[in-house]
């Protein structure tokens, strides 16, 4: 059974109004700031020749796609952002990894 539009016989409230995002964040932008991402870090890490030049290139990575992703967030696709934000924590999470991996298994390796 459908609702009709009220008459106008009987008065009721006026309809609550509906919200919507001006610009909603959608699948296709996350998935390209992310892929975008995760291939800037590869990039970075194939310039690293030891385990502390690898650290350190990949905390300069992770801080410019940090900026980058705020860049967006403020003047740009939101989704991409968003994407950028979480491809970058998880390459920085990565390498944190592996650093402590390796510091458990063969030393301080900074």
Do not use: C, K, N
Request: proline content about 7%; hydrophobic content about 60%; charged content about 10%.
């Amino acid at each position: 059974m459908q609702s009709a539009a009220p008459s106008g016989l009987f008065p009721s409230r006026p309809r609550r109004p509906t919200f919507r995002e001006p610009h909603p964040v959608r699948v296709p932008a996350v998935a390209a700031g992310a892929v975008l991402t995760l291939a800037w870090q590869v990039l970075v890490a194939l310039f690293a020749t030891s385990m502390r030049g690898l650290f350190l290139l990949m905390v300069m990575a992770v801080v410019v796609a940090s900026v980058v992703a705020g860049l967006l967030l403020r003047f740009g696709d939101r989704g991409a952002a968003v994407g950028v934000a979480v491809a970058a924590a998880l390459g920085g999470s990565v390498t944190a990894g592996i650093a402590a991996a390796r510091w458990l298994t063969l030393g301080w390796p900074l």
